[in-house]
């Protein structure tokens, strides 16, 4: 606990970000990882499989980009760094380990941005509920010739979380016009990972699935607010919160879909998707 509270103090953070939960998001899936990593370990080698597996894919190989890079627990840091001339790791907040790996890698630098644009917009209005909510329109490195690679990776269901969380609070909103928001924000984001030059991975989790204690499922539950991808991709199943870890009579899995090369890849109306 005192570790977590130095870290939360020593980790760069705008106060607009720390005001909206990024910060305390980030350490809390850093504990989260810390009492499940078992659990969690065949997802962040699939992912880092995946990832590996694209770099094949690259004609070229100067700029590499990772889109909520975060603890960098499912990122193969070290063969993009000996892969590319630069990698780029992009997140609203970088953990302490980040900036550790900008020291050991000399060709990883890291950019704090919110990739959807709406964050910063959105601290300075939520307290108005009659104010509009930001859209997004991403263009970070949308017209930089030497980016060859971007993975944006287990990060697409994680753009609504923290605006839902916080717009939700008083003064609340509608809670359709926060679902219309997270949408928007997915929506967005699946169009700009089509307008980023070079090689485009997308790793996310699309769904939540609830275990009882026999191992049956019980519910599933969309957590990408309506939005379906439109590409197919390998998935498999990421035992997100182990049995008796937050409830004795549930676990909770996430269905993550891993799309290698989405520009080359097949659309859902050319094929179905891949079971694991």
Same mark, same amino acid.
């Given at each position: 606990? %005192?570790?977590?509270?130095?870290?939360?103090?020593?980790?760069?953070?705008?106060f607009a970000m720390r005001r909206l939960g990024y910060l305390r998001g980030q350490l809390g899936i850093k504990v989260r990882h810390r009492q499940c990593r078992r659990a969690w370990?065949?997802?962040? &080698?699939?992912? &880092?499989t995946t990832i590996r597996a694209a770099l094949l894919d690259c004609p070229q190989r100067r700029k590499a980009v990772v889109l909520g890079s975060g603890l960098l627990l499912d990122v193969p840091l070290a063969d993009l760094a000996a892969t590319?001339?630069?990698?780029?790791?992009?997140d609203v907040v970088h953990p302490l380990r980040a900036y550790l790996a900008t020291l050991r890698y000399r060709n990883v630098r890291l950019v704090s941005v919110d990739v959807s644009g709406t964050a910063a917009e959105l601290a300075r209005i939520a307290h108005d509920p009659l104010a509009p909510l930001p859209r997004a329109v991403p263009q970070l490195f949308?017209?930089?010739?030497?980016?060859?690679?971007?993975?944006?990776?287990?990060l697409l269901s994680q753009l609504p979380y923290i605006p839902a969380m916080y717009l939700s609070k008083s003064p609340p909103r509608p809670e359709s016009e926060i679902d219309d928001y997270a949408r928007s924000l997915i929506e967005s984001h699946l169009d700009y990972l089509q307008r980023l030059p070079g090689v485009v991975t997308l790793v996310t989790d699309v769904e939540k699935i609830q %275990?009882?204690?026999?191992?049956?499922?019980?519910?599933?539950?969309d957590i990408l607010y309506g939005v379906t991808l439109p590409w197919s991709g390998e998935e498999w199943t990421w035992e997100h919160v182990p049995l008796?870890?937050?409830?004795?009579e549930f676990?909770?899995?996430?269905?993550v879909c891993a799309v290698r090369n989405l520009k080359s890849g097949h659309s859902k109306s050319a094929s179905a998707p891949t079971d694991a």
């Open positions: 606990m %005192i570790l977590e509270l130095v870290e939360y103090l020593l980790t760069p953070c705008s370990k065949e997802h962040l &080698q699939r992912t &880092q590319f001339r630069e990698v780029i790791l992009v949308c017209d930089d010739k030497e980016v060859d690679y971007v993975v944006s990776v287990n %275990i009882d204690s026999d191992g049956h499922e019980v519910d599933r539950f008796k870890h937050l409830s004795r676990a909770y899995h996430r269905r």
